[in-house]
Nanobody, 124 residues
Framework: QVQLVESGGGSVQAGDSLRLSCAAS????????AAWFRQAPGLEREVVAS????????YYADSVKGRFTISRDNAKKTIFLEMSRLIPEDTAVYYC?????????????????WGQGTQVTVSS
């Protein structure tokens, strides 16, 4: 089992950058695939990016390709989401998620473990 705690959210201007972190507990975090999801008011939760357990492969939603980068440091048990060229449409609560396996998928139901979320607000 693993616990996840996100940090790094905040209020920024369009065009700015922000880095989210997700600190994990648990002895075998390197065996967990992970992902970042987001949920804007009135909308369903959607995947932003996912990464394999080793960090060798990643997947991005079309809306963030070229602007966001997911990475992980298994020694520090941390997942990162580097966000650049932020736009107001990126405003949402961002969640870190993880589950056992090399790759978990891009759907919410593919992940059993979730953080509490961190708010990102982008103003124009």
């Amino acid at each position: 089992q693993v616990q996840l705690v996100e940090s790094g959210g905040g209020s920024v201007q369009a065009g700015d950058s922000l880095r989210l972190s997700c600190a994990a507990s648990g002895r075998t975090f390197s065996a967990y695939a992970a992902a970042w999801f987001r949920q804007a008011p009135g909308l369903e939760r959607e995947v932003v990016a996912s990464i394999t357990s080793s960090g060798s492969s990643s997947y991005y939603a079309d809306s963030v390709k070229g602007r966001f980068t997911i990475s992980r440091d298994n020694a520090k048990k941390t997942i990162f989401l580097e966000m650049s060229r932020l736009i107001p449409e990126d405003t949402a609560v961002y969640y870190c998620a993880a589950d056992m396996g090399v790759y978990a998928g891009s759907r919410s139901r593919d992940y059993r473990y979730w953080g509490q979320g961190t708010q990102v607000t982008v103003s124009s």
